[in-house]
C-alpha cells in the first residue's frame, strides 16, 4: 500500500490516500488493512479518523493523535 505524508505535528496528520485503499477497517473483517491500521503501526500509536473517505475515493484524509471528547 502506498501513501505520501503531506502533513504531521503534535496533533494531526494528513495523508494522500490513493484510490482502492481503504481509509478504515471493514465491519466484520478480519486482517483488514486499512490506512488507519498502518499508520497506526508505523507511528506505534493509536490514531483517530477525523473524517473518512471512500475506498475508490482518492484524496487528503486527516488523522488525529489524540481523541477529542466535546460536550455537545
Same mark, same amino acid.
Given at each position: 500500500?502506498?501513501?505520501?505524508? &503531506?502533513? +504531521? +505535528?503534535?496533533? &494531526?496528520?494528513?495523508?494522500?490516500? /490513493?484510490?482502492?485503499?481503504?481509509?478504515? /477497517?471493514?465491519?466484520?473483517?478480519?486482517?483488514?488493512?486499512?490506512?488507519? +491500521?498502518?499508520?497506526?503501526?508505523?507511528?506505534? *500509536?493509536?490514531?483517530?479518523?477525523?473524517?473518512?473517505?471512500?475506498? +475508490?475515493?482518492?484524496?487528503?484524509?486527516?488523522?488525529?493523535?489524540? *481523541?477529542?471528547?466535546?460536550?455537545?
Amino acid at each position: 500500500m502506498e501513501y505520501q505524508v &503531506l502533513f +504531521d +505535528d503534535e496533533a &494531526l496528520i494528513a495523508v494522500h490516500k /490513493p484510490c482502492g485503499v481503504a481509509a478504515i /477497517p471493514g465491519r466484520g473483517m478480519q486482517d483488514f488493512d486499512s490506512l488507519l +491500521d498502518r499508520l497506526s503501526e508505523q507511528y506505534g *500509536q493509536r490514531l483517530f479518523t477525523v473524517h473518512r473517505l471512500d475506498k +475508490d475515493t482518492s484524496g487528503v484524509i486527516v488523522f488525529a493523535k489524540q *481523541q477529542m471528547l466535546t460536550g455537545h
